[in-house]
T-cell receptor, first 117, second 110 residues
Framework: GAVVSQHPSWVICKSGTSVKIECRSL??????MFWYRQFPKQSLMLMAT?????????EQGVEKDKFLINHASLTLSTLTVTSAHPEDSSFYIC?????????????FGPGTRLTVT | SQQGEEDPQALSIQEGENATMNCSYK?????LQWYRQNSGRGLVHLIL?????REKHSGRLRVTLDTSKKSSSLLITASRAADTASYFC??????????FGKGTRLHILP
């Protein structure tokens, strides 16, 4: 089956620093990837859509200068949380859509837990 | 924005009992999906039901869809401790992006 990986699985950083999270599609190509954020005991909220070779599109209320997204290849998207603050502590989950499949074939990564101290 | 609303928000039942979770959504859909998430982990896709289907089964799972009421239910029969998790329904917006409901936290008591 299609596999999406994320790295790191968890990260602790100091307030004011930046942290990068990688999302990879391991056995398929993904022109489109999605980034979600999940606070404790809450649902997943779509943050942005990452498009290979073009700019990401952000959901309303998500700061694009704070959450930098780069989708440089068909198998890799990165999310960089810049100038992180404790309120950015959350579980970040990426999802990738199989380019060769139907629009319904979308797979989720295992998530990255970010803690900002 | 979130499309679905699940109820109950939390549910505790004895092992062996059946668990029913409901999901309501707002706009018309082509399909609806249910996912499970164990605490602090990623999502596991459980089942997809298309808009022209009324009921679908997968092992101990039974999903129903009522498009006239814009609602779906997930039934887990003969619950087990391993079923303890959060369950989310998910639909697609007009731009085909997956949006999740608020989820139901299910706790199976031994």
């Amino acid at each position: 089956g299609a596999v999406v990986s994320q790295h790191p699985s968890w990260v602790i950083c100091k307030s004011g620093t930046s942290v990068k999270i990688e999302c990879r599609s391991l056995d398929f190509q993904a022109t489109t990837m999605f980034w979600y954020r999940q606070f404790p005991k809450q649902s997943l909220m779509l943050m942005a859509t990452s498009n290979e070779g073009s700019k990401a599109t952000y959901e309303q209320g998500v700061e694009k200068d704070k959450f930098l997204i780069n989708h440089a290849s068909l198998t890799l998207s990165t999310l960089t949380v810049t100038s992180a603050h404790p309120e950015d502590s959350s579980f970040y989950i990426c999802s990738a859509r199989d380019q060769g499949g139907s629009v319904y074939e979308q797979y989720f990564g295992p998530g990255t837990r970010l803690t900002v101290t | 924005s979130q499309q679905g609303e699940e109820d109950p928000q939390a549910l505790s039942i004895q092992e062996g009992e059946n668990a029913t979770m409901n999901c309501s959504y707002k706009t018309s859909i082509n399909n609806l999906q249910w996912y499970r998430q164990n605490s602090g982990r990623g999502l596991v896709h459980l089942i997809l039901i298309r808009s022209n289907e009324r009921e679908k089964h997968s092992g101990r799972l039974r999903v129903t869809l009522d498009t006239s009421k814009k609602s779906s239910s997930l039934l887990i029969t003969a619950s087990r401790a391993a079923d303890t998790a959060s369950y989310f329904c998910a639909t697609r917006r007009r731009d085909d992006k997956i949006i999740f409901g608020k989820g139901t936290r299910l706790h199976i008591l031994p």
